[in-house]
């Protein structure tokens, strides 16, 4: 199978970037279902990239409807290391400004019932996400956002809500109440995943509106959204084809050895289907004395 080192999960604008060697990869089955869509996997500036549209081609699926586990499974399969995450979100600052970019550096989960772990089925983990970024991911993108042009924001609070439907003017001003500076419908459970699976994750966030808050400004629409989110595509490619140069070739960031103090569960205790199924996740903790062979 194709391997590639750097993916990125966003919208279609990612694909004209100059990729040469491409091809397509269709991973029609993961233990959580077939992902999104399928994987285009390229080189990009000599680095190997694998592009998944989060919502499948021409937005098919709703925020609710993402299939992250399989999405972040299959790219690890791939032997992804890093994930940048593209995403339009809502401002909840007046200085954050539509048609500018943020790099954020945490998140607040007002999700409803999303599978936001690979675990279960005999075996816990309990993964370390105080600081849901990789911060050298994070980093890179932040260097290379100023070095695009534009302006960009280092850091912030971005909220993962729900949706489909945009937020109320109440629910907006409670979370500028409590700190969020950032809107978005997707990031999670995405986030959680990618530590688990021990990738580097981070959000390139391109602002497209100030979500309904800003009295004196139109309300959000998909319009707006779909509009202005055009109009960072440019800022958003460039960032991302600097912040390829600038990822280390050997990680030493914690998301790397996420799992190594997370499994609770005695290996010799676990199912083993549930071992075959993880074996891309947990495959190096597995040892022939943990599985009793």
């Not at 949706?163 to 500028?176: H, I, K, V």
């Amino acid at each position: 199978m194709p391997e590639a080192r750097v993916a990125i999960i966003g919208g279609s604008g990612f694909y004209q970037m100059g990729l040469t060697d491409m091809e397509e990869v269709r991973i029609e089955r993961t233990p959580f279902g077939p992902p999104s869509d399928a994987i285009v996997i390229g080189t990009l500036d000599g680095v190997r990239v694998a592009f998944l549209p989060r919502h499948g081609r021409g937005h098919r699926i709703l925020p609710s409807e993402l299939p992250s586990q399989a999405n972040v499974y299959a790219l690890k399969t791939l032997g992804v290391e890093f994930i940048i995450a593209v995403c339009a979100v809502g401002s909840l600052r007046r200085e954050i400004e539509p048609r500018q970019l943020a790099v954020p550096d945490q998140l607040i989960d007002r999700t409803k019932g999303r599978p936001s772990t690979f675990f279960g089925q005999g075996l816990t983990a309990h993964i370390a996400f105080a600081d849901p970024f990789c911060p050298v991911l994070r980093d890179a993108l932040w260097r290379s956002a100023q070095e695009a042009g534009g302006t960009a924001h280092n850091g912030g609070t971005l909220l993962v809500m729900e949706g489909p439907a945009f937020s109320t003017r109440a629910e907006s001003n409670l979370y500028r109440a409590w700190g969020a500076d950032l809107i978005v419908m997707t990031a999670l459970p995405e986030a959680k995943l990618a530590r688990e699976a021990e990738i580097c994750y981070a959000t390139l966030a391109c602002v497209t509106d100030y979500d309904c808050w800003y009295e004196g400004q139109e309300s959000v629409t998909a319009e707006m959204i779909l509009s202005n989110l055009t109009k960072t595509v440019e800022a958003a490619q460039r960032t991302v084809r600097l912040a390829l140069s600038g990822l280390p070739a050997r990680r030493d960031c914690l998301c790397a050895s996420a799992l190594q103090d997370a499994l609770v569960t005695p290996l010799d205790m676990v199912p083993e289907e549930t071992k075959r199924n993880l074996a891309p996740i947990i495959g190096r903790y597995v040892t022939s004395e943990s599985t009793g062979s």
